[in-house]
């Protein structure tokens, strides 16, 4: 990972150059994006681990996919979707769920 926003797009950069000829439509399809990409590194160094990836929406996803694969096969689509929703509402109860942001974009948590 770059040092800082101009080592980052010196590396990015470095990329178009390298793999632009080969996989056109992918490197035009970042580069459309380049600013939405770069955009944690005009946050402090130390919060970059916490705003470069949705590691919180990737753990919901995986929670609700480990409870389908234990039930297996479900009688219904309702079923499948009860079992989700009731999830998500335990979720949107607890600590996590009642957290809010700054108007920075960091999550604040009471408590």
Known sequence: MAEGRVDAEQ?????EERFGAKYPKAV?????DRDALLAFYDFPAEHWIRIRTNNPL???IREI????????????????????AARLR????????NAEISEHGFVQ???
Do not use: Q, Y
């Open 11 to 15: 590396v990015f950069d470095d990329f």
């Open 28 to 32: 035009a399809c970042l580069s459309k």
């Open 58 to 60: 990737e753990r919901i």
């Open 65 to 84: 996919r480990r409870r389908t694969r234990v039930v297996g096969t479900f009688p219904d689509g309702n079923s499948a979707l009860m079992l989700c």
């Open 90 to 97: 335990h979720i949107a109860g607890t600590k996590w769920g």
């Open 109 to 111: 948590r009471d408590g």
